[in-house]
């Protein structure tokens, strides 16, 4: 075993438990820090709860910049973006559209099937593992199309996919209700079957996970707040918070959409924007599919949840704040009865959504490992739309670089000084 090291993990999100998981697991002694109480609702408590290695291809892709720009005019789209005069927006956003090419999606895809696949595997570790269980379920992904111009796009993700390894198939409508098995009825034209992909309750995850912490020794300090950072040559020597100094050997950024904004102070420059997406659970549906599927046309992500089903979505760039708006929580109910005839607006009655901030870079991967100005400071955050897929690889990462050893995963393009 590894000298063993005193480890403060920044934000007490998916991504900070399961780095305290597993620095805690290397023998080290760690504190976790996080602004909320343990009954805050984090991003992932929400969120459809997809374990995706059929999510290959990076946010930033050929042909994002001009979908959102088409998108943003209308209300009904699954995407938001509220101009604004703010600099590391205007900054971001540029960035974003010069990672939108092939290169970029041919040099990530091989990167993030390695994380995805890594990273479902430690969850059906983490689950045989866990007493309490937390609903994983290894039925697939189906990506439900209704038009034949969406069913073409797909299918040629099909193909990279498995040029990549990750098997996919094209399926017909008949074909596709048979996957699914529940006899939920379906209007579509047709499908993409990933059957490599998970699912799990993240609302039963998340107890869990900070139950885990707390067993294995993790002082988590709630209602914490990160403040400052105090350096001493070349090295973070301690956090300054609400609760006082405290020093220790190294420190991990998993502040989510704040991450950026966190290390501003240390000179660093980690671009990220909140990405807000909204969530509606049904806690009795009248049907429910028995396998996840995403609207593709709509983006809207449908995930059964032991006896409950949950519909999720949008990509909503405002900046941090927690403004639900409606037209863009209607765009999901609407939504639902175009793909899942039985469903009407009825269904959704009486049902409070629930928002979420995805934090997103501008290159659509995450920021994995040490800063190059602080050695002792390695960020794992900016996961966007794949924060809970990859939250167990990027704890072992953080984890194998804080031990010295080599990284189980090439780390090249997710490094956090890139766009410095
Ligand atoms: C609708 C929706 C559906 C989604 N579905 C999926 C899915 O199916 N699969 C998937 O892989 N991903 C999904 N995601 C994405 C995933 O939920 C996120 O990427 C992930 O939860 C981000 O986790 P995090 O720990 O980085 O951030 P957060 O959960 O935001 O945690 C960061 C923490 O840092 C704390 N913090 C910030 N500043 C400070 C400070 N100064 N001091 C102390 N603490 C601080 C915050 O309070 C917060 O608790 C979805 C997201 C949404 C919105």
Known sequence: ???????????????????????????????????????????????????????????????????????????????????????????????????????????????????????????????????????????????????????????????????????????DPRQTAEVDGSGVQMRVAGSVFFPIDAHLTPTLLMPRLRARVAEAGVDVKWNTELRGWRTFGGRVAAVQTSAGEIAADGFVLAGGSWSGELVKSLGLTLPMQAGKGYSLMLPAPRRSPRIPAIFVEKRIAVTPMGRTLRFGGTMELSGINDTIRPERVRQIVESVPEYYPEFGPDDFAGVQPWFGLRPVSPDGMPYIGPFAKFPNLYAACGHAMLGVTLAPITGRLVAELVGGRRPSVALDLLHPDRFA
């Open 1 to 171: 075993m590894a000298e063993s090291k005193h480890l403060v993990v920044c934000g007490g999100g998916i991504l900070g438990l399961y780095c305290a998981h597993y620095l805690a697991r290397d023998g080290h002694r760690v504190t976790l820090i996080e602004r909320h109480g343990p009954e805050h609702t984090t991003c992932a408590e929400g969120s459809a709860g997809y374990i995706s290695p059929s999510h290959v291809v990076p946010l930033a892709a050929p042909g994002m910049v001009w979908m959102g720009l088409k998108w943003m005019f209308n209300p009904r789209s699954p995407f938001y973006l509220k101009p604004r005069l703010d600099l590391d927006f205007i900054r971001w956003g540029v960035r974003f559209a010069r990672s939108c090419n092939a290169a970029h999606v041919a040099r990530s895809a091989p990167v993030l099937r390695d994380l995805c696949l890594a990273s479902r595997e430690l969850f059906v570790e983490f689950s045989a593992e866990d007493a309490g269980g937390f609903e994983l379920e290894r039925a697939g992904l189906l990506m439900l199309c209704q038009t034949e111009e969406a069913l073409g796009h797909e299918a040629e993700l099909v193909r990279l996919a498995n040029e990549l390894g990750v098997e996919a198939k094209v399926l």
